[in-house]
């Protein structure tokens, strides 16, 4: 449980590029828990935020995007999705944090993409690329990577629901065997009867 925040810093610091740093990734975020991630932005680079909850509880959690010294860029509480874009001020590392520090018992499953520096134009679109098939390129791959995690965890659930039903069908049957055998056992064992 705890080694997944740390794969999940190594990604982002693993996924340095050129032109364009961008990291979309799936965590699971535990009750009452803030896991933050860390990204290097020079100055004057522009960076956007895309997150949503897709399980878990109200499907809320807070969000704040921290600059090098320690200024609020963004803050939101008990947000369900949204997206922020902006340009850093200042060359360091930037801190994005998701907490759950307000749910006692519910954890949540979280959807995050963190782009930094100027977006690669799409393959196979050339220069007849509009912002609206940029943006509908976009909304689709999102769409279709949020239904493919919904599915997911729906089968991993329904996996564990079963497993358990399993159990209990497994213990009922060994209870009803051994009712049998004793009753079995009685019909069958020499006592002495209560009239002679």
């Given at each position: 449980?705890?080694?997944?925040?740390?794969?999940?810093?190594?990604?982002?610091?693993?996924?340095?590029?050129?032109?364009?740093?961008?990291?979309?990734?799936?965590?699971?975020?535990?009750?009452?828990a803030?896991?933050?991630?860390?990204q290097d932005?020079?100055?004057?680079?522009?960076?956007?935020?895309?997150?949503?909850?897709?399980?878990?509880?109200?499907?809320d959690?807070?969000?704040?995007?921290?600059?090098?010294?320690?200024?609020?860029i963004?803050?939101q509480?008990?947000?369900?999705?949204?997206?922020?874009?902006?340009?850093?001020?200042?060359?360091?590392v930037?801190?994005?944090?998701?907490?759950?520090?307000f749910?006692?018992?519910?954890?949540?499953?979280?959807?995050?993409?963190?782009n930094?520096?100027?977006?690669?134009?799409?393959?196979?679109?050339?220069?007849?690329?509009?912002?609206?098939?940029?943006?509908?390129?976009?909304?689709?791959?999102?769409?279709?990577?949020?239904?493919?995690?919904?599915?997911?965890?729906?089968?991993?659930?329904?996996?564990?629901?079963?497993?358990?039903?399993?159990?209990?069908?497994?213990?009922?049957?060994f209870?009803?065997?051994?009712?049998?055998?004793?009753?079995?056992?009685?019909?069958?064992?020499?006592?002495?009867?209560?009239?002679?």
């Amino acid at each position: 449980m705890f080694a997944t925040p740390l794969i999940y810093v190594l990604l982002l610091l693993l996924t340095d590029s050129v032109f364009s740093k961008s990291v979309e990734l799936t965590f699971e975020l535990p009750d009452s828990a803030e896991e933050c991630f860390y990204q290097d932005i020079e100055k004057d680079i522009s960076a956007s935020l895309e997150y949503q909850v897709i399980t878990g509880g109200q499907y809320d959690v807070d969000v704040k995007i921290e600059g090098p010294n320690k200024q609020i860029i963004y803050q939101q509480q008990k947000m369900q999705y949204d997206s922020h874009q902006f340009t850093a001020q200042y060359t360091g590392v930037y801190k994005v944090c998701f907490s759950n520090e307000f749910s006692t018992f519910s954890h949540k499953l979280v959807y995050m993409e963190l782009n930094v520096g100027p977006e690669l134009p799409l393959p196979g679109v050339g220069d007849h690329a509009t912002v609206l098939t940029q943006l509908k390129t976009s909304a689709e791959e999102i769409h279709s990577a949020l239904n493919r995690i919904k599915g997911r965890k729906r089968a991993e659930d329904l996996n564990e629901r079963v497993f358990w039903w399993s159990i209990g069908e497994t213990l009922a049957i060994f209870c009803v065997t051994f009712a049998q055998v004793m009753i079995l056992k009685n019909f069958f064992s020499d006592r002495p009867s209560l009239y002679k």
